[in-house]
């Protein structure tokens, strides 16, 4: 087993920034290395180690949540989840939501909706809910469910800071973005 400092060096400082919104989108000139760096990770780490990683910083699990994506590894779900419905780290529940879309079990489907149920109405809550819809929408365009609808009433994504409506979330933002994540992961990784 490598030192997870190692770990870090070689896998999580090249990778986070560009997992992190999404940003590999983006970088069409450093796209290759990515996919190379990434197909690299998804090859070396083991469970250990990519259990591990989600126990650290956001950069780790962020970084650990695109590889558990890529690879569909479900035997993460649980840790997914205690890091998911609490929203203990910032940033690293986008490619969580990513993670449960690509493993597509009713488990995952059910954290997604767990978190919306959460996380909803979004008042001064403003966290990945964009992306847990997406996600959700995402695995529903391959199944028979249709748990997302529950979410739409706009009222829910109303952002209101200290009693003052502040604007609003977009669950269309959030079918997006995941739509753009999957199609390069099953352009790229599949």
């Not at 008042?123 to 249709?146: C, I, K, M």
Request: net charge negative; charged share 25%.
């Amino acid at each position: 087993m490598r030192n997870m400092d190692d770990v870090i060096e070689e896998f999580v400082i090249p990778l986070y920034m560009n997992v992190l919104h999404g940003n590999f989108l983006r970088s069409h000139a450093k796209q290759q290395l990515f996919i190379n760096k990434s197909k690299e990770m998804l090859d070396v780490l083991n469970d250990r180690e990519i259990g591990l990683m989600l126990g650290l910083g956001w950069r780790e699990a962020i970084t650990a949540s695109w590889i558990i994506a890529l690879g569909r590894f479900d035997r993460h779900l649980g840790r997914i989840k205690r890091n998911l419905l609490p929203s203990r780290m910032c940033f690293s529940g986008q490619f969580h939501m990513i993670a449960l879309a690509r493993i597509g079990t009713m488990e995952a489907n059910g954290i997604l909706v767990e978190y919306l149920q959460a996380y909803l109405p979004a008042e001064d809550q403003q966290y990945d809910q964009e992306w847990a819809f997406g996600a959700l929408r995402w695995l529903e365009q391959r199944s028979s469910r249709d748990d997302s609808k529950r979410f739409e009433d706009s009222e829910l994504w109303k952002v209101v800071m200290r009693g003052t409506f502040c604007g609003e979330m977009s669950p269309a933002k959030g079918v997006d973005k995941v739509s753009r994540v999957m199609d390069f992961i099953e352009k790229h990784f599949d």
